[in-house]
């Protein structure tokens, strides 16, 4: 789930993997692969970035990312790495026979468990609900009021505490071919916490981003363009540059992809 952790919060667990009792011609296109708008059989993807300050200079960040897929296309884990390669964060997904994700395990840098979402689907093969537990095994929230779209990617769905009082929500956006457009998340009080907009280029990538982020104390707006620098054999962008909304840019990003053989 790559970052599709990142850019939703925890809200992106539920992105992706298809309908359980679709057939198998249209659930091929349901794959994190296409709802990631990869091309070919990745099998492997790895990120890092550099950020570049008001002189121009670049800086390495201090995470890296590698995304594991399996041959169907489905993502099965999710590792996050220090600056010296040192592992931070190990995310590993399962999935039910027919592509949903089933559980997600979270682990840290010494191997410790730190968190699992089990996520449950009815008799349809739609998304239900989900369980989170902390480190200790104890129950920290509920995914209930799930919605998804004709790819079975959540659309919208409210998460709330053992005591059953409402804990967040969020509402996801897509476009016709399963790319992300945005979205909102609320807090318990039902007041506005962030706020994305994308608008994509004709490949399906992001071309432009407006993200809005509510504190108790402050309000932040952001403005991105996206520049595609090179891309490989595939078709997959191996490199992008970020600019702020006065088209300076501020930040590198690699991508780098291994893929199963044919």
Known sequence: MKKLLLLLSSAALFVGCNNENKKTAEASKNTD???????????????TSSTIDSTGASKADSASYVTGFDEKGYQISFVTKDINGKVKEDQTITHYEGGQAKDVIIKNGEGKQTSKWEIMIDSSGKYSSAKIYDSTGKVS?????????????????????????????FANNYDNNAHYLGGWGKDSSGKETYHSSITLNDKGDAAEESRTS????????????????????????????TNDDKSKPVKITKRTFTYFKD
């Open 33 to 47: 692969l296409i709802q990631q708008n990869l091309k070919g059989n990745v099998q492997q993807l790895e990120e």
């Open 141 to 169: 929230s509920i995914w209930k009021d799930l919605s998804e779209n004709e790819y079975s990617q959540v659309t919208k769905g409210t998460e709330y505490k053992e005591d059953g009082s409402v804990k967040s929500s």
């Open 214 to 241: 509510v504190t108790k104390d402050s309000t932040k707006n952001e403005k991105f363009t996206y520049k595609y620098d090179s891309y490989d054999e595939k078709g997959n962008w191996t490199q992008r540059t």
